[in-house]
């Protein structure tokens, strides 16, 4: 397991920036963006085959955990900055 979330914490940036492109580029519901998070996830989890020796459910698993943990942390980055604005 701990190679599961090692693994999620090294490709959640790349999820992150994918679903940011995603975001920037395609007019998209804010209600499927963990959605879209999640697939993209689990898509760089499972093409990240030549990087690690998981097998493909566990880099399924990681792929999971890094979409959405992406787009959590966008999320909370955003809402802890704007209400730091309103603060000030």
């Given at each position: 397991m701990e190679e599961v979330l090692i693994f999620a914490t090294v490709i959640s940036?790349?999820?992150l920036a994918l679903v940011q492109?995603?975001?920037k580029t395609a007019?998209?519901?804010n209600?499927?963006?963990p959605l879209?998070?999640?697939l993209i996830g689990l898509?760089?989890?499972f093409m990240a085959s030549?990087?690690?020796e998981l097998d493909t459910v566990l880099r399924l698993w990681a792929g999971g955990f890094a979409g959405l943990a992406g787009s959590?942390?966008?999320s909370l980055g955003k809402k802890t900055i704007s209400n730091n604005d309103e603060a000030a």
């Open positions: 940036p790349i999820a492109l995603v975001k007019p998209v519901s209600r499927y963006l879209i998070s999640l898509v760089v989890g030549p990087f690690t959590g942390l966008f």
